[in-house]
């Protein structure tokens, strides 16, 4: 598709370049979820170069502008999710299982994950995870998660596709009566202490001890 710096071209280009490519990606057909931005955004970069992405477009009622760019990653998601094209699990992430293949735990996490208010009050497990080489006696990185569902499939979950290459070690688990909030409540407290690893490639690490979660959760649950 011939390059032309228009409204017009950034929604043909995300419609009918960008969509159809990540419908043949191995990712997507997999089945397992995935971070639909992970795998778009570098797309968008294998077709338009940084300049041409940061031509910047006037806004049709009003005197703002957006670049090329911000244009193209508003429509992707926009047309993934009114063309149906995959099944939005929240947060970003997206599947290409049928509705039949997608468990009651899986919605219900998506339901969480996505802050429906309706799912405040379901049952599930906190839970703890790391990878052996990184465990120690004391403070390591810890990831700290949630689920309505088993445990040990959940950690499987999150670490698939990604780049590791050992098998994660679940530390722990305790059930939580409202398990959204509860997961809330003990990221909140480890945030409070300047415990989160904000350079992990993830969400949701944590610099801390499997003592230290024990002690939040009694408190939190109480």
């Not at 995959?86 to 599947?95: D, E, H």
């Not at 990221?187 to 300047?194: C, D, E, M, P, V």
């Amino acid at each position: 598709m011939e390059f032309e710096p228009t409204r017009s071209f950034t929604y043909r280009f995300s419609r009918y370049v960008i969509l159809p490519e990540l419908q043949q990606l191995p990712e997507t057909q997999s089945g397992d979820r995935f971070l639909l931005r992970e795998l778009a955004w570098p797309l968008i970069d294998k077709h338009l170069t940084q300049e041409q992405q940061s031509i910047r477009l006037k806004k049709a009622n009003s005197d703002g502008e957006d670049t090329i760019g911000q244009c193209i990653r508003f429509y992707i998601p926009f047309l993934v999710k009114n063309l149906n094209a995959f099944i939005s699990l929240g947060k970003g992430y997206f599947c290409a299982q049928t509705d039949e293949d997608i468990s009651d735990e899986d919605l219900n996490d998506a339901a969480i994950e996505d802050g429906d208010e309706g799912a405040n009050d379901l049952k599930g497990y906190i839970y703890a995870f790391s990878f052996p080489s990184i465990v120690k006696n004391g403070v390591f990185p810890i990831k700290i998660g949630k689920t309505t569902g088993d445990v040990n499939s959940r950690v499987l979950d999150q670490c698939k596709g990604s780049a590791i290459f050992e098998q994660p070690v679940v530390l722990g688990s305790w059930p939580a009566p409202r398990v959204g909030p509860t997961e809330l409540a003990i990221h909140n407290i480890l945030k409070a202490r300047g415990l989160r690893k904000d350079d992990a490639p993830g969400r949701e690490w944590f610099n801390t001890t499997i003592s230290d979660i024990q002690t939040i959760i009694d408190f939190v649950v109480e």
